[in-house]
């Protein structure tokens, strides 16, 4: 049997990690069927200043959380109102009628894999395992950039891989009220990936990205690391702004 967390450690871990759906069981043990899509599609919860978003469904659902003491008292969620296939319509529905009120909820005291363990209202199980964020990982908090990045890769002197291409790009940035301001940093090799983004040949791409000072980086990694965080705009024209 795993160890389990303290409530104070379970605290803390909540906003720490990302949760993705492990299985879904009713009072009798038995799978819920409207879940399995939520485990196919990696259903996942994030915690984050007393807000809790869960996405993976059709919609992505969200609202305000507490935890004390066990329990986690889930605030009424709000939804996005898009339409999709009934199996994700019903994975919706499901999510919103289990994770409600208030919730038993336990974590196993593992740094590497936690598990995350919440007994609903009607006595239903849901296991989740969490994956660390960005910021438990790298041990900094993320800072919002805005890259252009270039349609052609080029090729760059990387010290491990020999014939490397590497994207180019260019630091972008925005008023007050969301408006370009004049670019001024020049186009220039960028020798790491992003995280979560990969690039179209013949694509220029504007992204918001978290850069993150990784404290303690493998001895052949930098210790800057990119996220994407949102695709501002596409261009397929391939041409340089």
């Known amino acids: 049997m795993p160890v389990t967390a303290t409530s104070a450690v379970v605290q803390s871990k909540l906003p720490a990690y990302y949760w993705q759906l492990e299985s879904a069981t009713d009072a009798a043990g038995k799978p819920i069927a409207a879940m399995t899509t939520g485990i196919e599609r990696k259903l996942r919860l994030s915690f984050a200043e007393q807000s809790l978003n869960i996405s993976g469904g059709c919609n992505r659902q969200f609202g305000g959380y507490s935890y004390q003491n066990g329990v ?12 999709c296939d009934k199996s994700l319509m019903d994975l919706d529905a499901q999510v919103g009628h289990l ?16 598990v995350l ?20 990982l790298y041990g900094s908090k993320g800072e919002i950039k805005f890259l252009e990045v270039a349609a052609k890769t080029a090729k760059c002197s990387h010290p491990l891989i020999p014939g490397y291409q590497c994207l180019q790009v260019r630091e972008r940035r925005y008023d007050d009220a969301g408006l370009q301001l004049p670019t001024q940093d020049t186009w220039h090799p960028l020798y790491q990936s992003i995280q979560g983004y990969e690039h179209q040949d013949g694509v220029r791409t504007v992204l918001r990205v978290k850069q993150y000072e990784w404290k303690n980086p493998p001895a052949d990694a930098s210790s800057e690391v990119y996220v994407l965080d949102l695709v501002v705009e596409q261009d397929a024209s391939g041409k340089r702004k």
């Open 117 to 136: 363990q919440l007994t609903t209202q009607d006595g239903s199980v849901l296991k989740f395992q969490g994956e660390a964020t960005p910021e438990t």
């Open 72 to 83: 986690l008292k889930v605030q009424p969620l709000a939804s996005t109102l898009m339409a």
């Open 99 to 114: 994770i409600k009120g208030d919730l038993r909820a336990t974590a196993s005291d593992d740094a590497q894999a936690p």
